[in-house]
């Protein structure tokens, strides 16, 4: 099925640094493509999503471009901040090219810390 | 505001016990999904279900089950709970089978000792 690879952690910035959480996908077509964020304590919540080719998704701060050449979904923030310390999951649906019933596939998670 | 409660933060239970976790969504969704989530292997699908008394494997399915009598409530079954299944299990739903965007309860952190 389908998959997603995302960048090893932990990941560990100052304040006001430029983040990038790589995300890569192998697919049979061409699938909406989803990043979740976990911060503590708390359950996944949608951050952004892309439904196409070339669609930048974006949402607190946080962008991702749907690059089919590259297969890619990276995740990126021009200055975190402490509180944007979380885990973040790249994600897709398991069969881009049949039925899914709304299933995803997450890749592993990357742990971002942001320190003051 | 869209919820998903889960019946425990943390749990501890003894090999061998039978371990009921629940979930319920106050959204009317359709689907509803049941995760566990370890360090290093992200999130793992045990069961999902479309509709009421309609389920399917998972990716590990094994060493669980299920059971889903009202459409706002799924519930996760660890037979005889056994060491290895100590985790943090996250359920979900989403509205419909088309709609990818899921809704996460906060987890129930079980230990198996």
């Known amino acids: ?116 | 505001d869209v919820k998903v409660t889960q019946s425990s933060r943390y749990l501890v239970k003894r090999t061998g016990e039978k371990v009921f976790l629940e979930c319920v969504q106050d959204m009317d969704h359709e689907n509803m999904f049941w995760y566990r989530q370890d360090p290093g292997l992200g999130l793992r699908l045990i069961y999902f279900s479309y509709d009421v008394k309609m389920k399917e494997k998972g990716d590990i399915p094994e060493g669980y089950s299920v059971s889903r009598e009202k459409k706002e409530r799924f519930s996760l079954i660890l037979e005889s709970a056994s060491t290895n299944q100590t985790s943090m299990y996250l359920c979900a739903s989403s509205l419909d089978y088309i709609s990818y965007e899921q809704y996460f309860g906060p987890g129930t952190r079980l230990t198996v000792t």
């Not at chain 1, 099925?1 to 077509?29: H, K, R, W």
């Not at chain 1, 979380?86 to 592993?108: D, R």
């Open chain 1, 1 to 116: 099925g389908d998959s997603v690879t995302q960048m090893e952690g932990p990941v560990t910035l100052s304040e006001e640094a430029f983040l990038t959480i790589n995300c890569t996908y192998t697919a049979t077509g061409y699938p909406s493509l989803f990043w979740y964020v976990q911060y503590p304590g708390e359950g996944l919540q949608l951050l952004l999503k892309a439904t196409k080719a070339d669609d930048k998704g974006s949402n607190k701060g946080f962008e991702a471009t749907y690059r089919k050449e590259t297969t890619s979904f990276h995740l990126e923030k021009g200055s975190v901040q402490v509180s944007d310390s979380a885990v973040y999951f790249c994600a897709l649906p398991p069969n881009a090219g049949g039925t899914s019933y709304g299933k995803l596939t997450f890749g592993q998670g990357t742990i971002l810390t942001v320190h003051p």
